[in-house]
């Protein structure tokens, strides 16, 4: 079975600090993609990854892909409280049917 | 307004009882499925269906039985609702070979 591990699984910071959120397999994904979620929300789509080692930045978004596509990391620069939310990494299987396995998820807090 | 459109909202049921939940998607995607999020946030996909067909089922009891009348709808039927059914079901969508999923606000199913 394959699993995505997400760390830490909470995570509460002052605005203005930094942070990354990892998330880890032992299993390799085609591609990769990070979500975050708000209450009462659905996932919103942050960004995909494909290549291994990529890396993609989305403002103060910093995202890459493992070289060998089992990990990823998710790295805030400058928190702000509309930061908060979960954050959801989701891994696209290589083998079998397509579908997307979801990550453990890591609720991160900013407080002004 | 373009999106993945689920009802209800919330739904309160006694054990026993049969459920719909239904979901709709205007975006022309050929791909949609069912997720649910448990309490501890982890999301799991349920089924996935492609242009009506029925391309993923993930070990969900046969309770459960999704049905999509046509490839812009995927509707979710529960028979005899049990407490461990209690969560939040997502519904998404998305284009096949376009890795993007857009999910479904969510409905909060609670069975008592």
């Known amino acids: 079975t394959q699993l995505l591990e997400q760390s830490p699984q909470f995570l509460s910071i002052q605005e203005g600090e930094n942070l990354t959120v990892y998330c880890n397999s032992s299993?390799?994904?085609?591609?990769l993609q990070w979500y975050r979620q708000e209450p009462g929300e659905g996932p919103v789509l942050l960004v995909t990854?494909?290549?291994?080692?990529e890396v993609k930045k989305l403002k103060r978004l910093t995202f890459q892909f493992g070289d060998a596509r089992k990990d990823s990391s998710l790295h805030i620069t400058a928190a702000q409280p509309g930061d908060t939310g979960l954050y959801l990494c989701?891994?696209?299987?290589?083998?079998?049917?397509?579908?997307?396995?979801f990550g453990t998820g890591t609720r991160l807090k900013v407080l002004a | 307004d373009t999106a993945v459109s689920q009802t209800p909202k919330y739904l309160v049921t006694q054990m026993g009882n049969d459920k719909s939940i239904k979901c709709e998607q205007n975006?022309?995607?050929?791909?949609m499925y069912w997720y649910k999020q448990d309490s501890k946030k982890f999301l799991k996909i349920m089924f996935s269906?492609?242009?009506?067909?029925?391309?993923i089922n993930e070990t969900v009891p046969n309770r459960f039985s999704p049905k999509s009348p046509d490839k812009a709808h995927l509707n979710l039927h529960i028979n005899s609702l049990e407490l461990g059914d209690s969560a939040v079901y997502f519904c998404?969508?998305?284009?096949?070979?376009?890795?993007?999923?857009?999910f479904g606000s969510g409905t909060r199913l609670t069975v008592v």
């Open positions: 990854v494909v290549t291994g080692g």
């Open positions: 989701a891994g696209a299987t290589t083998s079998g049917t397509y579908k997307y396995i």
């Open positions: 975006l022309g995607h050929d791909t």
């Open positions: 269906y492609n242009n009506k067909e029925l391309i």
């Open positions: 299993s390799v994904f085609s591609s």
């Open positions: 998404a969508s998305r284009i096949q070979g376009v890795l993007n999923h857009t």
